[in-house]
Every structure is written in C-alpha cells, then in structure tokens.
C-alpha cells in the first residue's frame, strides 16, 4: 500500500510538471507534425503495390515518434532529478527503489500516450477534412481501443531504454550523444518511413534487431491493414522487449544508486 | 539494551552484540575467531550522563573511496534532544558521515543506529525517522512550495486527513505561508533552504540531519536561518544534527561539537570546553620570513606557522606589552600584531596547524583529492 502510495506519487510529479511545461507539449508535437505535412506530402508515391498512400503509410511510424520523442525525455528527466538534486530526496524516502522507477516509468509513459493520442486524434481530424491524406488510415473507436495499449506497452519499453541510459551516463551532455547515435538510427532503421522489404539485405539486418520495427509494424497492421511483419510476431517482441526493458532499467536504476 | 555493530579488525567481519551503556563485554569473531572487547562507551562525557538515551550511536564507522578513506573509523554518541556539530573544513568527511547515516550509502566498515535502527540492516526504518536538510538544493523548482510538501508526505506515509494541517504548520514555522502556492523557482536561495527546512519536518522526525545548512546564504539569512534551528530544537525537542564549516554557527547553535579532519574526530565536547582547552585568548604576531629562527628561539611555547607566531596566554590585553618588548629586545621585527578571543577555529588550528577555511594551497589539494574521490 505504501509503495502503491509512492508509485502514484512519483508519477503524480511527473503529471504536474509536464502540465507545467506547456512549451515541451508543443514541442515535442512539432517534429511529428511536420513528418506528416513536409515528409508525407513531398514523396507521394503509393506503398505496398499501389494499396496504400504514403501519409498513410507513414502516419503509424509518426505516432511512433512521437511516443519516442516524450518516452526518452523521462530519461532526460532523470539526469534532472539527479542534477537538481530532488533524485536524493525520493531515494531517501522510506520507500523502495523499485517503486521510484516504476512512477517514474509510468509518469513518461502516461505522457507519451498523451502526445500519441494527440496525434492520432490530429490524423483523424485531417482525414476527415481533406480526404486525400491519411486515405488508407482506418481510424475508428475499435482501432483506437487496439492501437491504445500498443502505445502505452511501446513508451513503457522506451521509457525503459531512456531511464537505462540515464543511468548509465553522467550528464546531459552524453544523453544528447546517445539520442543522435542510438535512438535517432533506431527511428530510421525501424521501416517507419519505407518499406523494410525494399531495404537491401545487409540494413534489413540491422532493421530486423531493432525493436522500434517491431512497433511500427504492430501500430501499421492495426491502423491501415498491411505490415511487412506478422502482427502477432511483431506484438509478441514489442511485448518481451517492453518487459525486459523495464526490468534492465529497475535493476540499472538501482545499481546506480 | 543497545545493539551494537562493528567491524572485525581481523577479517572484517560484521559482529553485532547488546550491551548496556558503559559495558565491556567479550566477543568472538565467528569467522576468523579473533577475541576483542566490545565497549558500549565513546566519551568520558557519556560515562557520565549514563541516563541520557542516546538518538545516534557511531562505531568505527569507516568508508573508503579507491585510494582515500573518506571517514576514518569515527565513533561518537548523539544524546537525545541536543543539537550536535560537525565542524570541519570542505572535504573532511562531513556530507560522507551525513550520507551513511542517511541511508544513502553504505559503510565500508563499522556501523550506526540511528534511532535504535541498524542503519545497514533496518534503513527503510531508519528513513521512516529521520528528517535530511541536503546540502545542496533538492526542491523540485517547477513545482509551487506547497505540492513540494505535498509529494514528500505523501512518500513518507503521512495521512491524508494530517497532511493539510502539517503542511499549513511547517510553512508558518518558517514563514513562507504566504508563499505556499508560488512555485518554487521564484524563490531566493534563503527562502528555498527554509522551504527545505519545512520539508524535513512534515513526517515529524526524531532526528533532523542539516547538511551546511547555511551554505551560501548571506549573513543576515543564515541568523534567520540559525533562529529557526533554535526554535526546532526548543518546540519539537527534536534531536539536530548538522555539519558546518562555519566556525560561529557551530559556536552559536551546537550544544556538542566533534570536529573532523581528513575523515577523522580530532575533538569534541561543549564549543566553550573546546575553547578553554586552549588556554585563554591568543596573541597573533606577523613577523617577517627572517625572523622565523629567531622567533622559534626567543617564543618556546609558541605554535609558528609560516610567518605568524601564536601565543596563548591568559588575558591578551595585559599580556601583549611584555610579548611586544620582549620581541623588540630580541630583534624580532613585528609587522601586525593581533588578539583573539578563542574560536572553534583557533582550536581547530591549534589541533592541525591550518584554518578551517583554507587558502589557495590547500585548495588546491582539495580540488585533487575531489577529482580522486569522484573516481568512475
């Protein structure tokens, strides 16, 4: 009871502060925004034999980066916890660590879900004005009740690769590094703006270890129909991905302190 | 009955045994079957105030970074109620002392109780009764003064019907009731520390622990500061204990003193015992380089150090003519002469032959054994 108190309390922390910061909200908005209008719009050429337009084609892995974009930046949030010195304050507590990491990951996942539900939201708005965008997007309460647990179970396995960085690493500084060499070529390589059976042999390698595939294949089969994966393969990994992600992040978090 | 702690001096070995105040009692070392003594005592002053109950209890506590021992076997008792000081100068092992009875970290050897929990075998029990003032900011500064206290009673168990009431309470006792609801950013560093302050009393602890808590405040805010402490320890009878490298606070606030260097208590007692062991009040003579033989000669129970010649006698201003003239007899030229009622500071140099601020040598020295300490 006391730990659930602790849990909830973290993550009411992260809630408030990210009511606070109206600007990250936008933030973290814009770059997925303009993926879909610059990206989607310039290249219109039909995916998956002609069946599906490329906004279409491409809005799933924009959800996915937006989720990507506001899971890391609890990571982000950690090294600030700890910089600011309030990091000290939970873990003098009388409650255990475990329950710090887990309000901490639900607080950056609850936020993801936010922003990819504001997305998703914002895909379905548009389809409905302009109807040559987001075509091949199908966007009904049904989907959006499948494609909701799917987000919250990719940002909780991202928030976990945010936090195990985080606990790895010192500064700022050395977090920035990582997003541009890791988690950026992990956006690109996951099939979420082409398809990955185009790729060469060798980069689909690559595009087959990378777990953010597997997310985009996932949220791609439920919201326009065709996947390069089998959903259930692809649901299956993000599913042991996420869990053995937060699993990694607890016992780094931990160690760490 | 007192539980004690320690480490084998054999094998290191953790051996713990309960024992009354002023007991010497026989122990074995399972492991390696060394025989010692263990003696439930520190100080001669606990001997005598056997009936105090004691709210920290220290026993060779010892923590070692890779090439520097941090905190050097330390044993000492915190009575109930009393405010304690740990005086020293930046990088003596104060916060690392702080931090292993926090919780924070963990000992390489010995050990401590902390309100009668085992700080290695009970720590969530310990933090349950502690309250920790950091040395550094730790408020979340997004957040408004009131949900600060809000969120720590909520992570230390305080129930919800309590809450309004302690929270409305602690920020009245340090004046911020009218601040409650501006977020924390807007504050001054001042108004942050007491913020602070407030924070560590909401779950009501029976021990408080202050680390520097004055630490970059200006001199009018640090009285305030100081009046608060005071007042915590005469309303909430709650048991202090703070480190500073402020010589005046811990003379001002601290009912007992140990001071620390190098990881070491090189003394402890009353601030007002500390200075009378130096024997009155101290005559400070500047002299040039040259002089320094000669001086060494005429002042036999000086203490030189670099070009000043400290004097203790008992009454400096009767005393400094006969120091003067013998000085000019002597051809001891003197550029300043000074007097000096005793500080903590004076005993502290006296003990150690530096200042508890140190000058640019020593910083130097600090900033290297800082770079080795922080380590990987």
């Known amino acids: ?257 | 009955m007192i539980t004690k702690t320690f480490a084998c001096p054999e094998c290191n070995t953790q051996i713990s045994c309960q024992g009354n105040l002023g007991d010497k009692i026989k122990v074995v070392c399972p492991k390696c079957g060394k025989k010692g003594v263990a003696i439930f005592a520190v100080d001669k002053a606990d001997l005598k105030t056997k009936t105090d109950s004691l709210s920290i209890e220290v026993a060779g506590l010892t923590k070692i970074y890779k090439n520097l021992k941090a905190v050097n076997n330390l044993s000492f008792n915190v009575r109930t109620g009393e405010i304690f000081g740990f005086l020293g100068p930046n990088g003596a092992g104060k916060t690392t002392t702080i931090n292993m009875l926090c919780t924070l970290m963990k000992p390489t050897s010995g050990g401590a109780i902390v309100c009668n929990y085992d700080i290695i075998k009970h720590s969530l029990e310990v933090r349950k009764c502690i309250g920790l003032v950091f040395q550094d900011a730790s408020l979340d500064d997004r957040l408004t003064a009131r949900e600060n206290l809000e969120l720590h009673s909520r992570l230390y168990g305080v129930q919800k019907s309590e809450r309004r009431k302690r929270i409305d309470e602690v920020l009245e006792l340090v004046e911020l009731s009218a601040r409650a609801d501006s977020i924390v950013r807007t504050f001054s560093g001042g108004m942050q520390r007491r913020l602070e302050i407030a924070r560590g009393l909401i779950h009501y602890p029976k021990v408080l622990f202050l680390d520097e808590p004055t630490l970059g405040l200006d001199p009018q805010t640090r009285k305030h500061v100081w009046d608060y402490i005071l007042k915590l320890k005469k309303e909430y009878k709650i048991t202090i204990m703070m480190t500073t490298h402020y010589m005046e606070e811990a003379d001002e606030l601290c009912d007992r003193v140990a001071i620390i260097d190098h990881g070491k208590i090189i003394a402890l007692g009353t601030p007002k015992k500390l200075k009378d062991n130096l024997g009155g009040d101290t005559i400070i003579l500047d002299i040039p380089d040259d002089d320094v033989e000669k001086a060494r000669k005429v002042f036999k129970k000086a203490k030189i150090f670099d070009s000043q010649v400290l004097l203790s006698v008992k009454n400096a201003g009767r005393e400094i003519k006969k120091v003067l003239e013998k000085a000019k007899k002597n051809k001891i030229y003197v550029i300043e002469a000074n007097i000096r009622k005793p500080t903590l500071n004076d005993v502290f140099l006296h003990l150690t032959g530096r200042e508890i601020r140190e000058g640019a040598a020593n910083l130097r020295d600090e900033l290297k054994r800082r770079r080795g300490m922080r380590g990987h």
Request: glycine letters at 8%.
């Open chain 1, 1 to 257: 009871m006391r730990e659930l108190e602790a849990v909830y309390t973290v993550w009411l922390r992260e809630m408030i502060r990210y009511y606070r910061a109206k600007e990250r909200i936008l933030a973290s908005l814009a770059m997925p925004i303009f993926w879909l209008f610059i990206f989607g719009s310039g290249i219109r050429a039909p995916v998956f034999g002609g069946q599906v337009d490329y906004t279409s084609f491409i809005a799933p892995g924009v959800i996915v980066m937006a989720l990507m974009f506001t899971s890391m930046h609890s990571g982000i949030s950690v090294i600030w916890d700890r910089e600011l010195g309030f990091m000290k304050e939970m873990l003098v507590a009388p409650v255990s660590r475990i329950s710090i990491v887990i309000g901490k990951s639900l607080g950056g996942a609850t936020t993801a879900l936010i922003q990819g539900t504001i997305i998703f939201l914002l895909i379905f708005g548009i389809q409905n004005l302009y109807s040559e965008y987001f075509s091949g997007v199908r966007i009904n309460i049904s989907t959006f009740l499948i494609v909701l647990p799917l987000m919250v179970l990719i940002s909780l396995g991202i928030v976990g690769i945010g936090i195990s960085i985080a606990s790895l690493l010192d500064t700022l500084e050395g977090f920035g590094l990582i997003m541009n060499f890791i988690v950026m070529p992990m956006f690109f390589l996951s099939g979420a703006l082409f398809p990955i059976n185009n790729l060469p042999e060798w980069i689909r390698v690559v595009t087959y270890i990378d777990p953010i595939t597997y997310a985009v294949e996932s949220l791609r089969f439920v919201m326009i129909g065709f996947s390069s994966i089998n959903f259930v393969l692809s649901f299956s990994v993000i599913f042991v991905f996420t869990f053995s992600m937060i699993l990694i992040a607890t016992y780094l978090f931990n160690r760490r302190s």
